[in-house]
């Protein structure tokens, strides 16, 4: 289910109609009987009241939450909640100077 971003008031009733509950984080995850919700922001966004409300309702609830600004930033989440495997960041990659054979 779509969860972020501006839409049209149609569309947003139509949503909310569906059930869809302001706030919601933009990605859930279910991993071996666990929840884990990122929220994804620019550089400089900040989490609405919705959002600040919801994500405190699912951390009391035993979910995991969290935030990410960047690209590195969700990687790192994931990471840290063992959904991905630990790897170079994307930063890193592209920093390295490309070797010729």
């Known amino acids: 289910m779509p969860s972020g971003g ?3 008031q149609a569309v947003a009733a139509k949503l909310k109609a569906d059930g869809h509950q302001a706030g919601w984080p933009d990605l859930q995850f279910v991993f071996r009987g666990e ?3 990122l929220e994804l922001k620019t550089r400089k966004g900040t989490l609405s009241p919705s959002q600040r409300q919801v994500h405190a309702a699912l951390l009391a609830q035993g979910a995991r939450v969290d935030v990410a600004r960047s690209l590195d930033e969700a990687i790192d989440v994931l990471t ?4 991905l495997r630990p790897s170079k960041r994307l930063s890193q990659i592209h920093q390295q100077p490309e070797t010729t054979a």
Do not use: D, Q
Not at 80 to 83: G, H, I, T
């Open 6 to 8: 501006h839409r049209r």
């Open 35 to 37: 929840v884990y919700f």
């Open 80 to 83: 840290r909640w063992r959904l």
